[in-house]
């Protein structure tokens, strides 16, 4: 009797050990998942990256076309091309700062012009000759790996000889 409940004791115990199979699979699968993981989170900063650029960018549009809204009409007709550069970081330009970007030398390379609206405006008006377009547009480049993205933003505007720079404002 003593034997046969050794016997069963010892069945138990190499019943309940695992197999090569089972722990290969268990293996691949938590692999799997933790590289799923690893992945999600590097598109995720990524994701953000993008997005924080993109939002300077639209700063930077911003920016300029309040400037050149607010300019003289002879002035948007003396220089109808500028360019322009600008930091991710405003601060990195007096401070020598990296700020969230690891490269201080991350910057949008920028273009604003000038033309006549006549091509924007329908039909034949006669207002159309005191009217401007202003097009702002800022370029950057994004590295993802080895991966090069040129990247690009624009805003359009239009401007009237008689228009908001001639009220009178500031202290």
Same mark, same amino acid.
Request: hydrophobic residues 40%.
């Given at each position: 009797?003593?034997?046969?409940?050794?016997?069963?004791? +010892?069945?138990?115990?190499?019943?309940?050990?695992?197999?090569?199979?089972?722990?290969?699979?268990?293996?691949?699968?938590?692999?799997?998942?933790?590289? +799923?993981?690893?992945?999600?989170?590097?598109?995720?900063?990524?994701?953000?990256?993008?997005?924080?650029?993109?939002?300077?960018?639209?700063?930077?549009?911003?920016?300029?076309?309040?400037?050149?809204?607010?300019?003289?009409?002879?002035?948007?007709?003396?220089?109808?091309?500028?360019?322009?550069?600008?930091?991710?970081? =405003? +601060?990195?330009?007096?401070?020598?700062?990296?700020?969230?970007? +690891?490269?201080?030398?991350?910057?949008?390379?920028?273009?604003?012009?000038?033309?006549?609206?006549?091509?924007?405006? =329908?039909?034949?008006?006669?207002?159309?000759?005191?009217?401007?377009?202003?097009?702002?547009?800022?370029?950057?480049?994004?590295?993802?790996?080895?991966?090069?993205?040129?990247?690009?933003?624009?805003?359009?505007?239009?401007?009237?000889?008689?228009?908001?720079?001639?009220? =009178?404002?500031? =202290?």
């Amino acid at each position: 009797m003593r034997r046969g409940i050794a016997i069963s004791k +010892s069945k138990q115990h190499g019943q309940s050990a695992y197999t090569l199979a089972e722990v290969l699979v268990a293996t691949f699968l938590l692999g799997t998942m933790t590289i +799923s993981l690893f992945a999600g989170f590097s598109a995720g900063f990524w994701l953000t990256q993008m997005a924080r650029e993109d939002e300077r960018a639209t700063q930077i549009l911003k920016g300029r076309i309040e400037v050149l809204r607010l300019a003289m009409w002879e002035d948007l007709n003396s220089n109808p091309y500028m360019s322009f550069r600008e930091h991710f970081d =405003p +601060s990195a330009a007096t401070t020598n700062a990296n700020g969230t970007v +690891s490269n201080p030398s991350f910057q949008y390379l920028g273009t604003n012009w000038i033309s006549t609206a006549t091509n924007v405006i =329908p039909g034949n008006l006669q207002y159309a000759n005191n009217m401007r377009l202003l097009t702002v547009q800022v370029q950057w480049t994004n590295h993802n790996g080895t991966n090069v993205l040129m990247r690009q933003r624009q805003m359009q505007t239009l401007v009237a000889r008689d228009g908001i720079q001639n009220y =009178p404002w500031g =202290p």
